[in-house]
């Protein structure tokens, strides 16, 4: 019902900047939420930031914070994640996901539909 597809990821040296995009399709009225998260190998998944549909409050953990920056663009109805000063735990394959409830929540289960995901790997 709504397919979401990552990109942007890649190599990049540590303290540089990536931008994810993640361009969503299908039923996505139905969704309020959307979030990005990040699994390294060996670790859970974990939460990155999330934005608000409905309006544009965003979230984030607070190893990202001050250096991502979630967005949107509505007429493309695509997120966006705006990665500055990477460092090397940054490296992980990165999620997009939507959820239907109007709550930013960091918790993957509370999320109803995900991307495959898109690799970054930070080098020192």
């Known amino acids: 019902q709504v397919q979401l597809v990552e990109a942007g990821g890649g190599l990049v040296q540590a303290g540089g900047s990536l931008r994810l995009s993640c361009a969503a399709s299908?039923?996505?009225?139905?969704?309020?939420?959307r979030g990005w998260f990040r699994q390294a190998p060996g670790k859970e998944r974990e939460f990155v930031a999330a934005?608000?549909?409905?309006?544009?409050?965003?979230r984030y953990a607070d190893s990202v914070k001050g250096r991502f920056i979630i967005s949107r663009d509505d007429a493309k109805n695509t997120v966006y994640l705006q990665m500055n000063s990477v460092k090397p735990e940054d490296t992980a394959d990165y999620y997009c996901?939507?959820?239907?409830?109007?709550?930013?929540?960091?918790?993957?289960?509370?999320?109803?539909?995900w991307g495959q995901g898109t690799q970054v790997t930070v080098s020192s």
């Open positions: 934005i608000s549909w409905s309006d544009i409050s965003t």
């Open positions: 299908g039923r996505t009225f139905s969704t309020n939420v």
């Open positions: 996901a939507a959820r239907i409830i109007a709550t930013m929540s960091p918790r993957p289960y509370d999320y109803d539909y």
